[in-house]
């Protein structure tokens, strides 16, 4: 499907709303019906129509036309957040007793439910270097049933080979689930390598303005409708209407920005790269990162996010450094217009600092819609009053 037509028309019912060109916000919590043998229809398949909006709502359909197409799925659900994505993903599909493999160092979130939350129920997580897919199938035991996948890792940038789990995993009757939200379905199409459900945040890049949150899941109808019978209608965490709107809105211009986006972080790289306090820096796309040939084959482009490594004999230098920054700012997140910075060592204290432990020294840079020059000169300054030389 055309990307102009998806993202300028799919979903999109403008006679129904007075020819507006915006589509209209829905902020109904309830739908009226006329007969009693409609309401019966709904009550039988409630995603056959609008009942209650923690089902379906009809801003939220837009949004979700266009998403699932975006995807090349057949259907999606949006989420209040990312987090909400992934929990009823999981939860739609084990049980007490199976065993999950994941990929090592998932967003914090995923790691919590994995060993705080599941565990209770009966259900263990497996983490392995998905670096080699091998590790995902010797973890494999008789009762898996589920594979987690994020590619890339949203720190390290750690990529799994996607087509080749993917296989295995049919091959034994075990469902996939990846985090996509480094890429967007712009970049990376996990559906079209034989994974069975996407997710990506869309607080980051679909939003793509830092003022609202959003999670996708897409996957097959059959799919897609069991989870929406379920965990989705059960859990009650999908998206509101007035936050659908607004990803509509950031839908537009996804492209656009992703395009000044990739131009920016590589000249952003370059000049990371270059200064001299720099040690190293991990980006998908640059020739010295480990996969980047895996990266060049799977992902379209890489773009926003990379970390870098300082040459910094304390922690109060990468203190002073990210302090004394006055246009990027020090938050977590990213995907939005503007750019963003965070150290690893915000979460350990003076002492700890390891001057020879490089984890210490990283820091992730998320480039954001300013010019680049602009973003530059701001680090450039930084390096400078921090002594990083
Ligand atoms: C890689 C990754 N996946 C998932 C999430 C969760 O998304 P949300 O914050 O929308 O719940 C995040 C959030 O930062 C993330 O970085």
Redesign the pocket.
């Known amino acids: 499907m055309d990307l102009s037509y998806i993202l300028n028309e799919l979903g999109e019912d403008r006679a129904h709303y007075f020819n507006a060109i915006a589509p209209p916000i829905m902020q109904t919590s309830n739908f009226r019906f006329n007969k009693v043998d409609e309401l019966r229809a709904a009550f039988a398949d409630e995603m056959s129509t609008y009942l209650y909006s923690r089902g379906l709502n009809p801003t939220v359909d837009i949004l979700r036309k266009k998403l699932a197409a975006l995807d090349g799925a057949e259907d999606c659900l949006i989420f209040n957040?990312?987090?909400?994505a992934?929990f009823a993903a999981v939860l739609a599909n084990v049980k007490a007793g199976d065993h999950i493999v994941s990929v090592s160092k998932p967003?914090t979130?995923?790691q919590r439910m994995f060993d705080v939350i599941l565990p209770r129920f009966g259900v263990s997580t497996t983490y392995v270097d998905g670096r080699d897919a091998n590790n995902y199938f010797n973890a494999t035991k008789s009762n898996t049933t589920f594979y987690y996948l994020?590619s890339p890792n949203?720190w390290d940038f750690a990529l799994q080979d996607i087509a080749t789990i993917a296989a295995y995993a049919k091959q034994h009757n075990i469902v996939t689930l990846i985090?996509n939200?480094?890429c967007t379905p712009l970049y990376q199409q996990p559906i079209a390598m034989g994974i069975d459900m996407a997710m990506q945040?869309?607080?980051?890049y679909i939003g793509g303005h830092s003022d609202t949150?959003?999670?996708v899941l897409s996957g097959s109808k059959e799919m897609i409708k069991r989870i929406f019978d379920s965990e989705y209608l059960n859990i009650g965490s999908g998206i509101q209407p007035f936050n659908a709107w607004l990803l509509i809105r950031g839908l537009r211009t996804l492209p656009t920005r992703l395009e000044r986006i990739n131009r920016s972080t590589k000249e952003v790289l370059a000049f990371v790269k270059a200064h001299p306090a720099v040690k190293r820096v991990l980006y998908p796309f640059d020739e010295s990162f480990p996969q980047h040939q895996l990266a060049r084959q799977q992902m379209k482009e890489a773009p926003g996010l990379f970390s870098l490594y300082v040459q910094a004999e304390s922690r109060q230098q990468i203190v002073t450094f990210c302090e004394s920054l006055q246009h990027i700012q020090m938050a977590?997140?990213w995907g939005g217009h503007e750019s963003l910075l965070l150290p690893k060592c915000a979460g350990m204290q003076d002492e700890e600092f390891d001057a020879t432990n490089a984890e210490h020294q990283m820091m992730r840079m998320y480039v954001g819609l300013e010019d680049a020059a602009y973003i530059i000169a701001d680090l450039d300054q930084a390096f400078a009053k921090a002594g990083l030389k």
């Open positions: 957040n990312g987090a909400a992934i967003y979130w995923v994020e949203s985090d939200s480094y945040t869309a607080t980051k949150l959003g999670g977590v997140s």
